[in-house]
Nanobody, 116 residues
Framework: QLQLVESGGGLAQPGGSLRLSCAASGSSLFAYAITWFRQAPGKERERVSCISSGGGFTASADSVKGRFTITRDNAKNTVYLQMNSLEPEDTAVYYC?????????WGQGTQVTVSS
C-alpha cells in the first residue's frame, strides 16, 4: 500500500521560498497523478497544483500561478512543490494526494506559515 509523507514546511517570510516534498513508500508513484492541496483554518481544502503520472502535464490554481512549481522525480519516488514569492495567504496545511483511477492516497500534511 502506498504511503505518502510530506516534508519541508515551516515558517517563511513574505516573499520567501519553501520547497515541499512528498515522498512515497510501499509502492511506486509511477502510475499516479499527484496533486498538492492546502487547507487554511476555517477554509475548505483547495487544489494547488497537479502533475500527471509521467510529468508531462502540470496545472496550478490561479492564486499560485507563476509562483509555485510542481515537479516529480519518479526515480526517487518523490514529488516536489517549489513555492516562491510566498504570501501570508499561502499559510495552510499542505497535503499531497496520489490518484490512480479510483484509488487515492493522502499524506498527513505539512504546515506552511508565511509571516513576518
Amino acid at each position: 500500500q502506498l504511503q505518502l509523507v510530506e516534508s519541508g514546511g515551516g515558517l517563511a517570510q513574505p516573499g520567501g521560498s519553501l520547497r515541499l516534498s512528498c515522498a512515497a513508500s510501499g509502492s511506486s508513484l509511477f502510475a499516479y497523478a499527484i496533486t498538492w492541496f492546502r487547507q487554511a483554518p476555517g477554509k475548505e481544502r483547495e487544489r494547488v497544483s497537479c502533475i500527471s503520472s509521467g510529468g508531462g502535464f502540470t496545472a496550478s490554481a490561479d492564486s499560485v500561478k507563476g509562483r509555485f512549481t510542481i515537479t516529480r522525480d519518479n526515480a526517487k519516488n518523490t514529488v516536489y512543490l517549489q513555492m516562491n514569492s510566498l504570501e501570508p495567504e499561502d499559510t495552510a496545511v499542505y497535503y499531497c494526494n496520489a490518484q490512480h483511477i479510483t484509488i487515492a492516497y493522502w499524506g498527513q500534511g505539512t504546515q506552511v506559515t508565511v509571516s513576518s
